[in-house]
C-alpha cells in the first residue's frame, strides 16, 4: 500500500496556514509599500506646488531690491542700502533653499540621462572649480587618485554631489583649511573619500544627518545631504560618514565600477 498520497495530505493541512500567513505578509508588505509611494508622491507634489508659488514673489522681491539699489537716492541713505542688502540676501538664501526643494521633491534620478563618467577627471574638475574663485583661496586641497576609473551615472549629478561634499567640507574645517580627496579602486567598486579637518560631528547626531531639514548649521537647510544621499543611491551605491582621529569628519562613497572601462 502506497501511503505517500496519505502523507502528502497531511503536510499539505499543516503547511496551508503558514502558506496562506507568508501570502498575506507579502500582499500586505506590498500594499504597504505602495501607500508610501503614493504618499512620498503627494508630498512631492505639494512641495512642488507650494515652491512655485513662493518662488513667483520671491523673484518680483529679489528683482525689484536690486533695482533700489541702483537709485541714487538710496545709494546715498546708508540705513536704507543696508536693510536692502539684508532682504536680497534673505531672498537669495530663501531661493536657493526652494531650488533645493524643488531637486528633492520632484527629481526622479533614474530618469536622468546615463554615460560613462571618468571619476578621477570629475573631481579634478571639481577642485579647480573651488581653486578659480577668490573666497577659496586660502583652501588647501590634496587628493590621491589612481589610474583613470570608470562608473555610470549622470555627470551633472555627481558633479552636483562633489561641489555640496566639498563645500560641507570647506564649512567644516576650522584654522587651515584642509581638504583631502581620494578614489580607492577595487574589484567591482570605487571608494570616494572627502576628508576635512574641523572638529567633528557629535556621534549621537551623525546617524540624523540624511534626514531632511536636519541640520548641524546655523544657517544650513537640511536638504543638500538628503539630495547627496538619493544621487548615491540612484547609482546603486552608498554613503557614510564618519569621525576620523585626532579630528576631521570623512565622506565615504561606494560606487560600482563599469565593467568595461573605455
Known amino acids: 500500500m502506497n501511503t505517500w498520497p496519505f502523507f502528502n495530505q497531511i503536510i499539505w493541512k499543516k503547511m496551508r496556514p503558514f502558506k496562506k500567513q507568508k501570502s498575506e505578509s507579502e500582499i500586505l508588505a506590498k500594499e504597504e509599500k505602495n501607500e508610501n509611494q503614493n504618499h512620498d508622491e503627494i508630498i512631492g507634489r505639494l512641495a512642488a ?16 531690491t536690486q533695482f533700489l539699489e541702483q537709485d541714487q537716492a538710496v545709494k546715498s541713505n546708508q540705513k536704507i542700502s543696508q536693510y536692502l542688502s539684508i ?29 560613462i563618467i571618468n571619476v578621477k577627471c570629475m573631481v579634478e574638475k571639481t577642485i579647480a572649480i573651488f581653486k578659480m574663485q577668490p ?101 546603486n551605491g552608498e554613503m557614510s560618514i564618519q569621525n576620523q582621529q585626532p579630528q576631521g569628519t570623512q565622506v565615504r562613497i561606494r560606487l560600482p565600477l563599469i565593467k568595461n572601462t573605455p
Open 49 to 64: 506646488f507650494f515652491a512655485h508659488e513662493i518662488r513667483n514673489p520671491l523673484t518680483s522681491i529679489i528683482g525689484f
Open 87 to 115: 532682504i536680497k540676501d534673505e531672498a537669495l538664501r530663501m531661493e536657493s533653499l526652494i531650488q533645493e526643494l524643488l531637486i528633492l521633491a520632484t527629481t526622479d534620478f533614474h530618469k536622468d540621462h546615463l554615460s
Open 135 to 235: 573666497e577659496y583661496e586660502n583652501v588647501q586641497f590634496s587628493t590621491d587618485l589612481p589610474d583613470e576609473i570608470y562608473i555610470t551615472g549622470n555627470e551633472s549629478r555627481l558633479k552636483q554631489l562633489l561641489v555640496n561634499l566639498m563645500n560641507n567640507a570647506i564649512e567644516a574645517s576650522e584654522g587651515e583649511c584642509l581638504i583631502h580627496t581620494r578614489l580607492k579602486k577595487e574589484d567591482t567598486d570605487v571608494w570616494i573619500f572627502i576628508t576635512d579637518n574641523g572638529k567633528g560631528i557629535p556621534e549621537d547626531l551623525i546617524e540624523h544627518l540624511f534626514s531632511p531639514f536636519f541640520t548641524t548649521k546655523e544657517e544650513g537647510t537640511g536638504v543638500g545631504l538628503p539630495i547627496c544621499k538619493a544621487i548615491v543611491e540612484t547609482l
